[in-house]
């Protein structure tokens, strides 16, 4: 059974930094390309990054371009985000998820990012 | 960065047929297909339909997918109570090298 599960959500200062984590598990991890998706209290999702399978490539939304890092370790099965800078708007309901022919196919719970003060 | 346009709201009787529309442009809808997503209150997002009218094993085949030019649909026939939540498409789009989401369609079943 193909499983993500995120961790390191908490509530932070505006302006602080935060690591979140996604553990997989049921599936050849290192075949897929990976996002990290965001979606505010009430609000629709908003795409944050993608790492290709072996790393190679990553891409981000405007948003948090220049803040956010995603990164992968294929010997772990884990993904990651660090996040820097962080503001209001950054606040949100954090998912991974694996894409499988352009679509997400699978995806996580969920980890609650609070950005305040 | 900008995303998929859909309508905020469907609303239909039971039983009834719904047909929601996601409009993109020739870099995302129109050139990448796109996929959809059904998301429950409180509950991750859910993939209905991918590369325009494959279902993911389970899915119910009252869903289905179709595209044309730049605008792609989902229809939904003999609606259900538990049809009720928000959808949203999805497409890579090669112009912006990003992953766009629509705005979201809440489907209501009368």
């Known amino acids: 059974e193909v499983q993500l599960v995120e961790s390191g959500g908490i509530v932070v200062q505006p302006g602080g930094s935060l690591r979140l984590s996604c553990a997989a598990s049921?599936?050849?991890?290192?075949?897929?390309?990976l996002h990290w998706v965001r979606q505010a209290s009430g609000k629709g999702l908003e795409w944050v990054c993608l790492?290709?399978?072996?790393?190679?490539?990553?891409y981000y939304a405007d948003s948090v371009k220049g803040r956010f890092t995603i990164s992968r370790d294929n010997s772990k099965n884990s993904l990651y985000l660090q996040m820097h800078s962080l503001t209001t708007e950054d606040t949100a309901l954090y998912y991974c998820?694996?894409?499988?022919?352009?679509?997400?196919?699978?995806w996580g719970q969920g980890t609650l990012v609070t950005v305040s003060s | 960065q900008a995303g998929l346009t859909q309508p905020p709201s469907v609303s239909k009787d039971l039983r009834q047929t719904a047909t929601l529309t996601c409009t993109g442009n020739?870099?995302?809808?129109?050139?990448?297909?796109a996929a959809w997503l059904q998301q429950h209150q409180g509950h991750p997002p859910k993939l209905l339909s991918y590369s325009n009218n494959n279902r993911p094993s389970g899915i119910s085949e009252r869903f289905s997918a179709s595209r044309s030019g730049d605008t792609a649909s989902l229809t939904i026939t003999g609606l259900q109570p538990e049809d009720e939540a928000d959808y949203y498409c999805?497409?890579?789009?090669?112009?912006?090298?990003?992953?766009?989401f629509g705005t979201g369609t809440k489907v209501t079943v009368l």
């Open positions: 049921g599936f050849k991890f290192d075949d897929y390309i």
């Open positions: 020739s870099n995302n809808v129109g050139n990448q297909g």
């Open positions: 998820a694996r894409e499988r022919e352009g679509a997400l196919d699978y």
């Open positions: 790492v290709s399978w072996d790393r190679g490539r990553t």
């Open positions: 999805s497409s890579w789009d090669s112009n912006l090298s990003a992953y766009v």
